[in-house]
């Protein structure tokens, strides 16, 4: 073949590739525009989708960033609000699952005994679980062990949908997706941030699933807080160091700390001595009698409304370190011991008196407790100051039973013993 064939089968084997090229491109750029066109179709089904599951309780705007665009979801759900008249404990019980651990569930239900099994009163005050766990301020819940949010809603009016009407809303949710797993190499607080970022989304949800069924239900009270962030909370104290509801802890003498549920159903208040206190350049501070019993070294005071004073009620009867007679259920689930425990005559540290209450207030029946310790205080020295305690408790204007839940129609119920 001479130069002047090669040369001119040159441009030939140029345009050819030219239009080959193009061609590639043509379909490459036509299967990325269909591939487009497929994710938005799915993507709109999937929101669309997402709107009208679970009776229309899941709330968008929350969950919508979960919803993956290039696979559709598998909907499972079942409730008396999905379904009226069916037979089931469930007010709701719905999930979304789009595969890859993309996944989406709620649950609620009324309460009409106690909390489930893996929740326990007490744990709410002293931390959730012997490692700390996260909650949400602002609201009463915590994480169950799977991850899960959980939390409950006060329904003054009554909740419909079992076989009697409950005022005591629970609620569960869980939302998970790759999108908010730490990166691979992550540090450890970045993993810690993750996780609580995921759970935060996950009481989010269930604060606001919680009021979409209360309003729905028309069950009275006020709506749950939905939280702003999550918090870790140490097994042994409360969540925030001081606390208005507190304020009636005389502060010079005593340090305090209470919750930050801010809510309606349940307050905490503890108070220890504060070894730093010098009454003698304190003239002129008023003092109670607790505040100048030095044997008492600290005491907590504590009010549960509705299926959080059952529940409370029911661990602290059934608590193995109680000494002394008490009755056998509410509402005198605290009785007097006919003889106090033989600790000696010095009492000793390890001593532990709980005088029980109970009042009418805006949750309901709702229970008081107060834990009185003392350093070689004796059991008549506990039993005063127990009774003390109580009385500023329900009696103080800042304190929650008066400022927060109205409480009224309070009796005290009796007092038992607890060593350590």
């Known amino acids: 073949m001479s130069t002047g064939e090669t040369a001119a089968r040159e441009p030939k084997r140029l345009r050819n590739a030219i239009l080959l090229g193009l061609v590639i491109a043509a379909l490459v750029g036509g299967c990325v525009a269909y591939e487009r066109r497929s ?12 709107k009208g599951a679970c009776g229309g309780m899941l709330p968008y ?22 379904e009226a008249g069916q037979e089931d404990r469930a007010l709701l019980d719905c999930g979304i699952d789009w595969d890859e651990g993309r996944v989406l569930s709620v649950h609620a239900e009324a309460l009409l005994g106690t909390l489930p099994e893996d929740i326990a009163a007490g744990d709410l005050v002293d931390g959730y679980r012997d490692d700390g766990a996260t909650g949400a301020p602002g609201l009463i819940g915590g994480e169950h062990d799977d991850g899960v949010a959980w939390l409950l809603a006060s329904c003054p009016k009554g909740l419909k949908g079992r076989v009697r009407t409950s005022q005591d809303l629970y609620v569960t949710a869980s939302v998970t997706s790759p999108d908010d797993e730490p990166p691979t190499g992550a540090t450890a607080d970045e993993k810690t941030a993750a996780e609580r970022a995921q759970l935060l989304k996950s009481f989010r949800v269930a604060a606001r699933v919680a009021n979409r069924i209360r309003a729905k ?17 140490e097994p042994g104290y409360l969540a925030d160091a001081s606390t208005k509801q507190c304020s009636w802890i005389t502060p010079t003498v005593w340090e305090t700390s209470g919750d930050v549920w801010g809510s309606s159903a349940m307050s905490a208040c503890a108070g220890w001595r504060n070894d730093d206190y010098d009454a003698d350049s304190d003239p002129k501070a008023v003092l109670d ?11 907590d005071a504590t009010s549960w409304s509705g299926v959080l004073g059952r529940t409370a009620v029911a661990e602290f009867l059934h608590s193995a370190d109680r000494v002394g007679p008490v009755a056998s259920a509410p509402p005198s689930p605290v009785a007097t011991p006919s003889v106090s425990p033989d600790y000696g005559d ?3 540290d390890d001593l532990e008196l709980t005088l029980w209450a109970v009042s009418r207030c805006d949750g ?25 305690v109580m009385t500023r408790y329900l009696s103080a204007k800042q304190a929650w039973p008066t400022d927060t839940a109205h409480c009224h129609d309070s009796r005290v119920l009796g007092k038992a013993w607890s060593q350590e």
């Not at 979960?66 to 499972?76: A, L, Q």
């Open 217 to 233: 239900q028309g069950c009275g009270g006020t709506d749950v807080a939905v939280p702003q962030r999550a918090v870790d909370r």
């Open 39 to 50: 994710n938005e179709q799915q993507l709109a089904a999937n929101l669309a989708q997402l």
């Open 346 to 348: 010095d009492g000793g």
């Open 364 to 388: 309901g029946t709702t229970y008081h407790s107060v834990d009185i310790r003392g350093d070689s205080a004796t059991p008549a020295q506990l039993a005063r100051a127990a009774d003390e």
């Open 61 to 82: 705007s929350e969950v919508e960033d979960t919803v993956p665009e290039d696979k559709g979801g598998s909907v499972s759900q079942h409730g008396t609000m999905i």
């Open 289 to 299: 009698p607790i505040d100048t019993a030095d044997e008492i070294t600290g005491f």
